[in-house]
């Protein structure tokens, strides 16, 4: 299964960006689809994820600004990131399973995004 990353950018704080995934399959037969990022020198980490059916989950820094969907008919996990801050700036990565949950190990990886947030 391959994912593509694709909307990163340079914006300014304050500003949005919306990230799409596309993959190779059916998004239907991908339980848990998420969004990771990671910022120089530091761990990836768990941004936002929506499994299959289930409720969004977020970090608490991204909540009321970000927003993740799964968008059938293109066969894309979006990510809609409003009100952008500097601290937001990272490479985005989508990564996706075939039966695991949100917060288990995913199966596939994009190879990212870069999102830059300027001042």
């Known amino acids: 299964v391959q994912l593509v990353e694709s909307g990163g950018g340079l914006v300014q704080v304050g500003g949005s960006l919306r990230l799409s995934c596309a993959a190779s399959?059916?998004?239907?037969?991908?339980?848990?689809m998420t969004w990771y990022r990671q910022a120089p020198g530091k761990e990836r980490k768990l941004v936002a994820a929506?499994?299959?059916?289930?409720?969004?989950y977020y970090i608490d820094s991204v909540k009321d600004r970000f927003t993740i969907s799964r968008d059938n008919a293109k066969n894309t996990l979006d990510l809609q990131m409003n009100s952008l801050k500097p601290d937001d700036t990272a490479m985005y990565y989508c990564?996706?399973?075939?039966?695991?949950?949100?917060?288990?190990?995913?199966?596939?990886w994009g190879k990212g995004t870069q999102v830059t947030v300027t001042s």
């Open positions: 990564a996706a399973s075939d039966w695991g949950g949100i917060f288990d190990v995913m199966d596939y």
């Open positions: 399959k059916s998004i239907g037969m991908l339980y848990g």
């Open positions: 929506l499994s299959n059916g289930g409720t969004p």
